[in-house]
């Protein structure tokens, strides 16, 4: 792990954050309200009958003097308890005789001891809410723990990756399952935070084994790995050689889904960078591997996995619960229908779900076949056969990408269908807009087919 590499930036905070004068305060007469939790805290603030300093900081030139209370520490944590009346050298130091904190940053302490001594949570951000919970995972204080993670509930995209190091360092898997979540949604964010440059090979490697990652193309991922590469190779002085940076991102570039890019995006990332970290045959092999969707040609160890980053959760589901028609004799199928639309963005389709329907005693009951098409030439097709158990729906098991602009129809054939004889009514689109999260798709003038309940793109 790397999580002093991150200490820089904590340190800066607490510099610019923490009032040096509010710990190396003169000695104040304490003030007694009867208020437990507000006599200690002023305990604390004022430094009275103090037995015991710490001198605290990652860098001697930020590091902080406070004076505390043996008691009230040994009281929250076993650790204290056993360092000041145990068999430790601690144990005999006097008042004044300073106990080194070298891996906790001042205001990360401060913050710590105002909640040991009187319940206040004053964690302030996320960056001072992780090394306070650090902090209280190493000293075991199990009430500091709980308070710093229910702050760190969901924190913000800037910082996760920072977070996320220290609850995988305490082993803390819920936290590490909602610190994923948020990079998950908003890997964007991610992937530009300086926490990335300086997060740890394990969390690039979990990041890329997610398969729900909210990007517009896996070349973002790309990039971010590059730049990931460019900050951690070992042994450089000035600008890492394209070679370094490989060699720093071998084992990750096996995570990179080369066959659910577009071969034109891959290009356009080699080009941008100007880089060799991959070969002229690499280069050259990817591309095709690519453009005929095989992975036979792909260099050694990578990845074979077609399907695009996806996040469902965050998917659009657009009901489409518009029309069947068709006329009905014994053993004829009803013809195809379909709709036309468009997007106003690039998006990947993932697949529809179906609706029941029933009017007028008529039952649909479908057994189907699909496809998108963009001026009759076919870019998904699939069956009822591509049912997710577990998902719900029908997926696309390699969701085209949708250009935006693009006028795309989605057609349903149906095998069969249980309607009266001679029964045919419907329901038309015109010129319907859907729009969220700034998607907008326009379903333009044609039929559609209540089998059709949902369409899922996101």
Same mark, same amino acid.
């Given at each position: 792990?790397?999580?002093?590499?991150?200490?820089?930036?904590?340190?800066?905070?607490?510099?610019?954050?923490?009032?040096?004068?509010?710990?190396?305060?003169?000695?104040?007469?304490?003030?007694?309200?009867?208020?437990?939790?507000?006599?200690?805290?002023?305990?604390?603030?004022?430094? =009275?009958?103090?037995? %015991?300093?710490?001198?605290?900081?990652?860098?001697?030139?930020? =590091?902080?003097?406070?004076? %505390?209370?043996?008691?009230?520490?040994?009281?929250?944590?076993?650790?204290?308890?056993?360092?000041?009346?145990?068999?430790?050298? $601690?144990?005999?130091?006097?008042? @004044?005789?300073?106990?080194?904190?070298? @891996?906790?940053? #001042?205001?990360?302490?401060?913050?710590?001891?105002?909640?040991?001594?009187?319940?206040?949570?004053?964690?302030?951000?996320?960056?001072?809410?992780?090394?306070?919970? *650090?902090?209280?995972?190493?000293?075991?204080?199990?009430?500091?723990?709980?308070?710093?993670?229910?702050?760190?509930?969901?924190?913000?995209?800037?910082?996760?990756?920072?977070?996320?190091?220290?609850?995988?360092?305490?082993?803390?898997?819920?936290?590490?399952?909602? %610190?994923? +979540?948020?990079?998950?949604?908003?890997?964007?964010?991610?992937?530009?935070?300086?926490?990335?440059?300086?997060?740890?090979?394990?969390?690039?490697?979990?990041?890329?084994?997610?398969?729900?990652?909210?990007?517009? &193309? +896996?070349?973002?991922?790309?990039?971010?790995?590059?730049?990931?590469?460019?900050?951690?190779?070992?042994?450089?002085?000035? *600008?890492? &050689? @394209?070679?370094?940076?490989?060699?720093?991102?071998?084992?990750?570039?096996?995570?990179?889904?080369?066959?659910?890019?577009? /071969?034109? +995006?891959?290009?356009?990332?080699?080009?941008?960078?100007?880089?060799?970290?991959?070969?002229?045959?690499?280069?050259?092999?990817?591309?095709?591997?690519?453009?005929?969707?095989?992975?036979?040609?792909? #260099?050694?160890?990578?990845?074979?996995?077609?399907?695009?980053?996806?996040?469902?959760?965050?998917?659009?589901?657009?009901?489409?619960?518009?029309?069947?028609?068709?006329?009905?004799?014994?053993?004829?199928?009803?013809?195809? &229908?379909?709709?036309?639309?468009?997007?106003? *963005?690039?998006?990947?389709?993932?697949?529809?779900?179906?609706?029941?329907?029933?009017?007028?005693?008529?039952?649909?009951?479908?057994?189907?076949?699909?496809?998108?098409?963009?001026?009759? $030439?076919?870019? !998904? +097709?699939?069956?009822?056969?591509?049912?997710?158990?577990?998902?719900?729906?029908?997926?696309?098991?390699?969701?085209?990408?949708?250009?935006?602009?693009?006028?795309?129809?989605? &057609?349903?054939? /149906? =095998?069969?269908?249980?309607? #009266?004889?001679?029964?045919?009514?419907?329901?038309?689109?015109?010129? !319907?807009?859907?729009? *969220?999260?700034?998607?907008?798709?326009?379903?333009?003038?044609?039929?559609?087919?209540?089998?059709?309940?949902?369409?899922?793109?996101?």
């Amino acid at each position: 792990m790397k999580i002093i590499r991150h200490q820089n930036i904590i340190a800066y905070v607490c510099e610019k954050s923490l009032d040096s004068e509010v710990l190396q305060m003169e000695k104040e007469e304490l003030k007694r309200t009867g208020d437990w939790s507000s006599d200690l805290l002023h305990l604390y603030e004022s430094f =009275s009958m103090y037995d %015991c300093t710490f001198r605290v900081g990652i860098s001697a030139t930020t =590091s902080k003097i406070f004076k %505390c209370h043996k008691l009230i520490l040994a009281v929250a944590s076993k650790v204290f308890e056993t360092m000041f009346h145990g068999n430790f050298a $601690e144990a005999n130091k006097g008042p @004044d005789d300073e106990i080194k904190i070298d @891996d906790t940053e #001042p205001m990360a302490f401060d913050a710590a001891m105002r909640f040991v001594y009187g319940r206040r949570v004053d964690f302030v951000n996320d960056l001072i809410a992780a090394q306070v919970y *650090k902090f209280a995972n190493m000293w075991q204080i199990q009430n500091l723990m709980d308070a710093a993670d229910l702050y760190l509930k969901e924190p913000s995209p800037g910082n996760v990756a920072f977070v996320y190091e220290i609850f995988k360092q305490a082993g803390n898997q819920k936290g590490l399952g909602r %610190c994923m +979540e948020v990079m998950s949604a908003n890997i964007k964010e991610v992937l530009s935070s300086s926490h990335w440059q300086n997060a740890s090979l394990d969390l690039i490697m979990d990041v890329l084994s997610q398969g729900d990652l909210n990007v517009d &193309s +896996e070349c973002d991922l790309l990039e971010g790995l590059y730049r990931w590469g460019e900050a951690n190779t070992k042994d450089r002085i000035g *600008k890492p &050689s @394209d070679a370094m940076v490989r060699e720093a991102i071998k084992k990750p570039l096996e995570k990179i889904r080369f066959l659910s890019m577009e /071969h034109q +995006e891959f290009a356009a990332f080699c080009s941008k960078n100007k880089n060799n970290i991959f070969t002229a045959e690499e280069k050259w092999n990817i591309i095709m591997s690519i453009s005929i969707k095989s992975a036979e040609n792909l #260099p050694e160890n990578f990845s074979s996995e077609m399907q695009p980053r996806v996040n469902v959760k965050k998917a659009v589901w657009l009901d489409l619960l518009t029309f069947h028609s068709g006329y009905r004799g014994f053993g004829y199928p009803v013809h195809p &229908s379909f709709i036309d639309f468009s997007v106003n *963005k690039n998006i990947h389709f993932f697949g529809l779900k179906f609706m029941s329907f029933a009017h007028f005693d008529c039952n649909f009951m479908p057994d189907s076949q699909f496809e998108i098409t963009n001026e009759g $030439e076919r870019i !998904w +097709e699939g069956t009822t056969k591509d049912y997710d158990v577990k998902l719900q729906y029908y997926k696309a098991k390699k969701p085209p990408l949708l250009k935006e602009g693009v006028r795309y129809q989605l &057609s349903v054939k /149906h =095998s069969f269908a249980s309607l #009266p004889d001679q029964t045919f009514f419907h329901q038309s689109f015109s010129e !319907w807009s859907i729009s *969220k999260e700034s998607l907008t798709v326009t379903l333009h003038n044609r039929n559609s087919s209540a089998a059709v309940g949902f369409l899922i793109i996101g």
